[in-house]
């Protein structure tokens, strides 16, 4: 008798939870189960956990049944009048985020929540509270960041537009038997680049500096048919690092007839040295220069991105020999990753072709 009793309540219990489940208000959903497993005797912090809530939500919306029965779950927020905040709303204040105060007559440099605030009832005329303008602000995917510096082109947009167009021209109709190659430099540094990491509450990791920095530097060219790397290290960045990096280049790559380089302005790849160097190679050697001041426009830096993001931030190591070790290790596995991703490929288009 005890067992049907039992089977019977399993049934009813999962019956309810089967009916909450197809509340589609997420909110709603959220009040009811805080009433169901308050009914069932669980405490408000277990269920503040499981619902991922705040304790004193679980106390309101149980005070509100309790007083008012299931009516007192409904939302009433309906009944506070005009909503405030909505598309319109939210996509003038998107705009607003986009841009920066100065743009808009204030002598502030950065955007506030109680500046936003007042530039949004200059704008609309509707003015909130400082915790609404925060849920505005995840609503429309706001986040505080660091602003990136960056130093613009100081040619004219047409020129600049024509040159990015030619390499990309030269990239496209590359015969077969000519190879091209985008090419850059990237400093190492002993003293580590500090980025964010996942830290315990309470807890902030602590990164060991050398105090005394100590620098290397990788000159690398990544192919742009196979995105493979070739890259050299030296203890300066010169030009005789760049040449050596050329004549690393030709070694591997001897069964060319024209190596394209795709460099940026530094005095390294078109000093006097460099030249010569180039003149006297028995392959020919054509450089391109990107527009200056363009990094975005050259895709290995992508790589150095990869190369401090994986390597030399908050890195542990004691000497820059061993860092340098990293930062090779890290360049041979992108490099392998590449190699079978391609062969994979080549086996496919081969099965296809036959």
């Known amino acids: 008798m005890d067992g049907d009793r039992s089977r019977s309540a399993r049934r009813r219990q999962w019956k309810t939870l089967k009916w909450i489940g197809r509340i589609r208000d997420g909110r709603l959903r959220q009040r009811y189960l805080i009433v169901y497993h308050r009914l069932q005797g669980q405490g408000s912090k277990a269920i503040a956990g499981w619902l991922g809530c705040d304790r004193s939500t679980v ?13 007192g779950l409904v939302d ?26 100065p743009d808009f007559g204030w002598r502030r440099p950065t955007w506030t929540r109680e500046l936003l605030i007042e530039q949004m009832v200059r704008d609309t005329g509707v003015r ?38 030619a390499i990309q021209r030269l990239i496209e ?12 430099e990237a400093d190492i540094d002993l003293n580590p680049k500090i980025g964010p990491d996942w830290m315990l509450t309470g807890q902030q990791k602590e990164v060991v500096t050398p105090g005394q920095n100590v620098k290397r ?57 460099t030249r010569r160097t180039i003149d006297g190679m028995p392959v020919q050697v054509v450089l391109h220069f990107l527009p200056p001041y363009s990094p975005n426009d ?57």
């Open 128 to 165: 909130i509270a400082f915790s609404t303008m925060s849920r505005a602000l995840k609503a429309i995917g706001a986040r505080r960041g660091r602003p990136r510096p960056v130093v613009r082109c100081p040619w004219p947009r047409w020129r600049r537009n024509r040159r990015v167009k």
């Open 298 to 354: 050259n895709p290995i830096e992508r790589v150095w991105l990869d190369v401090h993001a994986n390597v030399t931030r908050n890195h542990q190591c004691s000497t820059i020999e061993a860092l340098v070790r990293e930062v090779v290790y890290y360049l041979t596995k992108r490099n392998r990753r590449i190699a079978r991703r391609l062969a994979r490929e080549t086996i496919v288009t081969r099965r296809r072709a036959a």
């Open 173 to 184: 109709a590359l015969p077969p038997d000519e190879l091209a190659f985008w090419a850059d």
């Open 76 to 101: 009433r927020r309906e009944d506070n009048g005009e909503v405030k905040v909505d598309e319109a709303y939210g996509a003038r204040l998107r705009h607003l985020v986009g841009r920066w105060p």
């Open 59 to 71: 106390y309101r919306v149980w005070k509100r049944y309790r007083l008012e029965g299931e009516a």
């Open 217 to 273: 530097y990788v000159a690398g060219a990544m192919n742009v048919r196979t995105r493979l790397v070739t890259w050299v290290t030296g203890t300066r960045k010169t030009s005789e690092l760049f040449t050596w990096l050329v004549w690393r280049l030709w070694d591997r790559h001897r069964e060319a007839r024209v190596i394209h380089l795709i460099v940026d302005n530094a005095r390294i790849h078109s000093s006097r040295y």
